[in-house]
């Protein structure tokens, strides 16, 4: 059996030991089994002094190795090594630091997360799409009922190529191109039709209300007339109300390309060709992020001649979409050889000074579905329209500007001290830590880059927009829509439209950096966290249980993937989450967070729904996860255990405040000054010595330091080493040490044989207890042994049966002269367990 040694030392057990010398007369027994000591316990008795199993340089009596010696008495009687001092004082020197560093690090995240929030506006953007994503859902409807007013279909029921006419011709141009005004339903009166020649009858003042688009007054309509001046409705130039329109809506597709077939045999048998596809891959039905980013891939890609734009009313001179949509189908613009088509166009939030694109794919799988997915790229143009995201940008970059210096400024210090030995100082200072903040920088001013990049753009397309009323004025005015004046500005809606997407795909790639940049600053408060025990619990229990997680890595992912191929043999033909190797992985870690749908596994039957879905919960679940949290638990403990006699953040907080205050009235020394002091004059060799130093030592090496703070320094550096150094105890020493403490004769010695009966009996022998209200004794000195006993740092639980279990089986051999002594141990060994029970707050007695 092992005890450790843990906590504040109790002082005066030198003096017990001393004052309690005194021999007992000896037995016949004693006599005999003195005599038959061994060797070794001869050679034990003729030492005259051992060191200390705590504070190694301090000589002590043999039998007390273990003593519980007071910090203060160890500084003024046998100093401290040189290593111990210049060790702790270079910690509290990294832990001040780290706490000073601890606000600046979580301004950072904070800093980040409002500059952010300025450049993405997640609300209002999402805002814009998902109305234009139900709008598109739930009004662009096809499948009319009489009389003509419930679409029972809409994108998503598009599944041939008559279903994408009919929803363009009826669903979709219903809600972007409407040609008459809306009414009720059951209504008997029409608002009116409108056609661009009654725009251009209006008056003059009426022109200019609409602004580029059909302005009118929905009771003159009704009626029959034309509205009066300064009266205007905004109609078809508006889309949701609140979204302008900017140029056409795009019609773009990619098409197959001839290929040789895989099995050229039966498709020449059955005078078959083969196509092939570049780009997106449609055997499963793609992600809105894979959509997305092959946009500029379906560009490159796309049929030029199959490209083609639906013109409308308020834009172009004698246009109809209807028609324009039945010459498409008429000339079959849809064959065979379709394998995806966007339809795309674009709209301006002026209230928002949001600008989004909206692209509805089309995309026909050679296996015959067809997949639908709506995508957007959107974009504040103004990027500084407040004073709030200048503020919060200059906060961060500044903040960033400020590690680049400071990291920049160490970085030099440390090629400096090497005396510009590159290769020294680059294996000294390139630690993690300093990785850490080298990337977080780096990243960082990449954000910087590609956000002026991007604010750049942004003013591009916010110019550009200037000529837009300009040249589709023009076009309006024309004789027709094959006029100079419109092949101008059907020119520039494309153009408007590519510069666009390009920007879209930077601000997507601009996202991923900005959405990885938080691990960067998480790290950093890692680093804050790491001189910090008790914030460090977290970074400490997995860097000590990295060993165990690596082995348990590799056992949980062989059984993991083994169920990902058993899954996807078993389902993936029938369940699509199960149907290529990701999807089967996220299913499957899903399952181990609860989510997961046992009736689509029950497609291929119950018992291999039963058998698979059963043995996984039973071997990930119930085994692996429980094993994983023992094993964090186990060194969780460990860690937490450890850290319960370091300081809180509070205490660190308090003592940061404390030494800077001492410092204002000039009773503090800056520690980082006493360490660079001390070595200047003893050299770097000093980090490592054994030299006993003493406070003279250290004040004549550091002029003007304080001999109180040089005091405390040092007592708190013997304090911290006797915590982080607590040795291991065997159940000899103790009781070796108990006999020192309580008189050399009190206890017989033991044999081992004896010693290892003892050990047996320990785990379910309780505890002696004396008879308290003995005369005997009084009982003040029976608490003082007690307090002793408890503050001599050993594990009450282990000692007090220890002792008993010796008391117990020794009690017809202790003499008359040392019943007393022995009646004194009984009573002390019952206050320190009565102590333990009134104060569960000391360290020993919670073991």
């Known amino acids: 059996m092992v005890l450790r040694v843990v906590g504040k030392r109790a002082a005066g057990a030198s003096q017990v030991v001393k004052n309690n010398q005194a021999k007992a007369p000896t037995t016949p027994r004693q006599s005999a089994r003195s005599e038959a000591t061994s060797d070794g316990d001869c050679e034990f008795q003729s030492r005259k002094s051992e060191r200390h199993r705590t504070f190694g340089w301090v000589e002590i009596e043999p039998g007390l190795e273990v003593e519980a010696l007071e910090p203060t008495d160890v500084l003024k009687e046998h100093g401290v090594p040189e290593r111990v001092m210049l060790s702790y004082l270079k910690g509290e020197i990294e832990g001040e630091a780290a706490v000073k560093n601890l606000p600046a690090a979580i301004l950072l995240i904070v800093w980040f997360l409002l500059m952010n929030l300025s450049h993405e506006l997640p609300e209002t953007i999402q805002s814009i799409e998902k109305a234009i994503d139900f709008d598109i859902a739930e009004n662009a409807n096809f499948a009319f009922s009489s009389p003509l007013y419930m679409g029972h279909k809409n994108y998503e029921d598009v599944n041939t190529f008559a279903d994408w006419y009919s929803w363009m011709r009826v669903g979709f141009s219903a809600i972007y191109f409407p040609m008459d005004a809306s009414v009720s339903e059951g209504a008997e009166y029409s608002l009116g039709q409108l056609t661009f020649d009654e725009a251009s009858t209006f008056p003059a003042q009426t022109k200019l209300c609409h602004v580029c688009t059909l302005s009118v007054h929905r009771k003159s309509i009704s009626s029959g007339g034309h509205p009066s001046h300064g009266q205007c409705v905004h109609l078809s130039c508006r889309y949701l109300q609140h979204n302008r329109k900017i140029g056409d809506v795009i019609l773009t597709q990619q098409r197959l390309f001839d290929s040789d077939c895989s099995n050229p045999l039966v498709s020449n048998a059955l005078s078959l060709n083969c196509r092939s596809f570049i780009g997106l891959d449609l055997r499963l039905k793609p992600t809105e992020l894979d959509v997305s980013q092959s946009g500029k891939e379906f560009d490159e890609n796309a049929d030029p001649s199959k490209t083609t734009t639906l013109k409308y009313l308020m834009e172009f001179p004698q246009v109809n979409v209807s028609q324009q949509l039945e010459q498409l189908e008429q000339t079959r613009w849809l064959d065979n050889s379709t394998y995806r088509v966007k339809v795309s166009f674009m709209t301006y939030n002026q209230i928002y000074d949001v600008l989004t694109t909206t692209h509805i794919h089309f995309m026909f799988a050679i296996s015959g579905h067809i997949f639908k997915q709506i995508t957007h790229r959107s974009m504040k143009l103004a990027a500084h329209s407040s004073w709030e995201s200048w503020v919060f940008e200059v906060l961060f970059f500044g903040h960033i500007t400020v590690l680049f210096v400071c990291e920049a400024f160490e970085a030099i210090c440390t090629l400096r001290e090497h005396r510009y030995n590159v290769l020294r100082a680059w294996k000294e200072y ?418």
């Open 430 to 847: 390139w630690n993690f830590w300093n990785v850490v903040d080298w990337v977080s920088i780096c990243l960082a001013y990449a954000i910087l880059i590609t956000w002026i990049i991007q604010c750049v753009e942004q003013d591009a397309i916010s110019a550009k927009l200037e000529d837009y009323l300009g040249l589709h004025s023009l076009c309006r005015s024309s004789a027709g829509y094959g006029s100079t004046a419109c092949d101008q500005a059907q020119s520039y809606d494309i153009a408007l439209f590519t510069q666009v997407e390009e920007l879209g795909y930077q601000i997507r790639s601009n996202r991923w950096i900005s959405g990885f940049y938080p691990v960067c600053i998480m790290m950093r408060l890692f680093k804050a966290f790491a001189a910090q025990p008790r914030l460090a619990i977290v970074t400490k229990t997995l860097a000590l249980a990295a060993n165990d997680l690596t082995h348990f890595g590799i056992v949980f992912l062989s059984i993991f993937f083994t169920y990902v191929a058993m899954g996807m043999a078993f389902f993936g033909r029938e369940v699509e989450s199960f149907a290529s190797f990701d999807r089967a992985c996220l299913a499957l870690l899903e399952a181990l967070m609860g989510e997961f749908s046992v009736e689509e596994m029950e497609l291929s039957g119950r018992p291999v729904a039963f058998f698979f879905f059963g043995t996984y919960m039973m071997a990930a679940v119930l085994l692996l996860l429980n094993m994983l949290i023992a094993i964090l638990m186990d060194v969780y403990g460990q860690v937490a255990a450890g850290s319960r006699t370091s300081e809180s953040l509070w205490h660190e907080c308090w003592d940061i405040m404390r030494r800077g205050a001492r410092k204002w009235t000039g009773e503090h020394t800056p520690l980082s000054q006493v360490v660079k002091k001390y070595m200047e004059i003893h050299g770097k060799e000093c980090l490592e010595s054994d030299k006993v130093i003493y406070v003279d030592d250290v004040m004549a090496a550091v002029p003007g330091l304080n001999r109180k703070q040089a005091e405390e320094e040092m007592t708190s550096a013997l304090e911290e080493y006797a915590l982080e150094n607590s040795p291991d105890i065997q159940i000899s020493e103790v009781i070796s040490t108990m006999g020192k403490y309580f008189g050399g004769q009190v206890a017989p010695a033991v044999s081992p044989e004896e010693l290892e009966d003892i050990s047996r009996q320990m785990a379910g022998c309780p505890p002696t207890r004396g008879a308290l209200a003995s005369s005997d004794v009084s009982d003040n000195s029976v608490q003082q042994a007690a307090e002793g006993l408890v503050g001599a740092g050993i594990s009450v639980e282990v000692l007090l049966k220890a002792a008993g279990i010796i008391l117990d089986r020794h009690e017809p051999e202790w003499s008359e002269t040392s019943r007393a002594q022995v009646t004194a141990l009984r009573h002390v060994i019952s206050s320190a367990e009565l102590l333990c029970r009134e104060d569960k707050t000391i360290m020993m007695c919670q073991l």
